[in-house]
């Protein structure tokens, strides 16, 4: 290659769009706007004033859920998260307690980077999750869900649900990005989130893209409802049997999943 195709072919590398060019080369871009190292006591609660215990529901994350302590606390800098058979709370006809957490009105963001240090274990019907839901202040009609890593067995899941996809479930776009990985390690899972595009990574290297849709009709049907701030959730959650590769749970074992931190970054503002 000559020195001058040389020279341009660097340039434009260095040059290239915020967007599109390596997260390791856009570190100094960044500027930490939330982040929780969970080092409180052992024992303890996630910190009140960044966290809520999630709250039950039918969906299937979230049917067992419980505010019990034993679900959700911090032991050795770390956040677990556990699903465990109801033993203790007689009132309750769950068969199961798992716990969730979320920062809904604690903190909510619009745009920015997320990464949170993760990992699991493989028991069958294991299926604990870091994502993103909208906030409900914000045009509550439309739909809105980052899926920054749900784990079943080896395999990672990266999805992205709009108001579009929810009304058309066989809208044959590309939403669902995955990698197998021994999630019984550390990893470091995130997403780079902009008002065009949704960067999925793990350890720093990029596993999927979803681009917002130049179609003016799916946009205006909801395709991309991603331009509102929303608040993060971890959670262990288990599976229904509905698929294979998440039977119904042995409500006789204890599930767990350990967060090791969480960490939110916004760009700079120029000065």
């Not at 303890?44 to 019990?68: E, G, H, L, M």
């Amino acid at each position: 290659m000559k020195t001058s195709h040389y020279l341009i072919l660097l340039l434009t590398l260095l040059f290239a769009s915020a967007d599109t060019a390596p997260i390791s080369a856009q570190e100094s871009e960044w500027e930490l706007v939330f982040c929780d190292e969970f080092n409180q006591p052992n024992g303890s609660q996630p910190d009140p004033a960044k966290w809520n215990a999630a709250t039950r529901n039918p969906s299937t994350w979230a049917r067992w859920i419980s505010s019990s302590p034993r679900v959700a606390y911090i032991k050795n800098g770390a956040l677990i998260c556990r699903a465990i058979p109801n033993k203790w709370e007689p009132t309750d006809t769950a068969k199961m307690l798992t716990g969730a957490v979320n920062t809904r009105e604690k903190f909510e963001f619009q745009y920015g980077k997320v990464e949170v240090r993760m990992k699991t274990n493989l028991t069958p019907s294991n299926f604990p999750a870091i994502w993103m839901s909208k906030s409900s202040k914000q045009n509550p009609q439309l739909y809105g869900e980052i899926d920054i890593a749900e784990v079943v067995q080896k395999k990672v899941s990266h999805n992205i649900h709009s108001q579009y996809t929810q009304t058309h479930p066989k809208h044959g776009m590309n939403t669902n990005f995955s990698k197998t990985i021994d999630v019984q390690k550390w990893h470091i899972y995130g997403i780079i989130w902009t008002p065009t595009q949704v960067v999925w990574t793990i350890d720093g290297q990029t596993t999927g893209i979803y681009k917002k849709p130049t179609d003016k009709k799916l946009l205006d049907e909801g395709a991309w409802t991603f331009d509102h701030p929303f608040f993060l959730i971890l959670n262990q959650s288990l599976g229904t049997g509905r698929w294979k590769s998440l039977p119904y749970p042995d409500t006789r074992k204890t599930f767990e999943t350990k967060f090791d931190w969480v960490r939110v970054y916004q760009r700079k503002t120029p000065k």
